[in-house]
């Protein structure tokens, strides 16, 4: 039985839409025993988003930043605080390549230019929608335009944090990095041997 047919009378209802939109969504949904069950889930998201990890060849270092995520405080885990890779959501008209430019530039101080793409993704595809452009791009020190940080106008307030590709993987068997975006791409790095002589 093809996706389409196991699905059928979708409805749709909004229960919240004050920073993203919760909605309930009710199917009918057709089993492989041939019974037709009505089934109602919540789906939560925003725009599609970007992440991007900045690497060091020469130096072996990663540039991560540190935020508090409010999630995360109320999961009562690390007060709150998050290391994770730039990132930020995509502004109506804006490719995902663009997003990564700018929000480099806002919250870690770096311009970028030659951007590889690893994936697309869904980091919880039981509740959200958004998906994740994920990318990797090198720097070095004369990237660096100004100290980065965040925009005031968005209440952000990010530290920026270059670390040795080495202490970086180290902090997520540690827990001490706990993003599922940045686990992925620090992975990627490894995986594919990006600082290997």
């Known amino acids: 039985m093809?996706?389409?047919e196991k699905i059928s009378n979708v409805s749709y209802k909004v229960i919240s839409n004050f920073w993203a939109k919760l909605e309930q969504v009710s199917f009918d949904f057709s089993f492989k025993n041939g019974k037709i069950?009505?089934?109602t889930h919540e789906v939560y998201?925003?725009?599609?988003?970007v992440a991007v990890l900045l690497y060091n060849q020469?130096?072996?270092?990663v540039l991560l930043s540190k935020q508090f995520r409010i999630p995360i405080y109320?999961?009562?885990?690390?007060?709150?605080?998050?290391?994770?890779v730039c990132g930020g959501a995509i502004d109506q008209n804006e490719s995902p390549e663009a997003t990564v430019i700018r929000e480099t530039k806002e919250e870690i101080g770096y311009t970028i230019s030659e951007l590889k793409k690893v994936s697309t993704v869904f980091l919880s595809p039981g509740l959200m929608k958004e998906q994740t452009h994920l990318?990797?791009?090198s720097y070095n020190e004369d990237s660096k335009i100004d100290n980065g940080g965040g925009l005031a106008s968005e209440n952000e307030e990010i530290e920026v944090l270059e670390i040795r590709f080495e202490d970086a993987l180290k902090m997520i068997e540690t827990a001490h990095i706990i993003d599922v975006r940045t686990i992925m791409l620090l992975q990627y790095l490894q995986i594919h041997g990006v600082f290997k002589e």
Do not use: P
């Not at 998201?45 to 988003?49: H, N």
């Not at 020469?58 to 270092?61: I, R």
């Open 74 to 84: 109320v999961a009562g885990v690390n007060n709150g605080f998050s290391v994770e």
């Open 37 to 39: 069950k009505r089934l």
């Open 2 to 4: 093809k996706n389409k």
């Open 135 to 137: 990318f990797i791009a």
């Open 45 to 49: 998201g925003k725009g599609d988003g």
């Open 58 to 61: 020469e130096t072996k270092k």
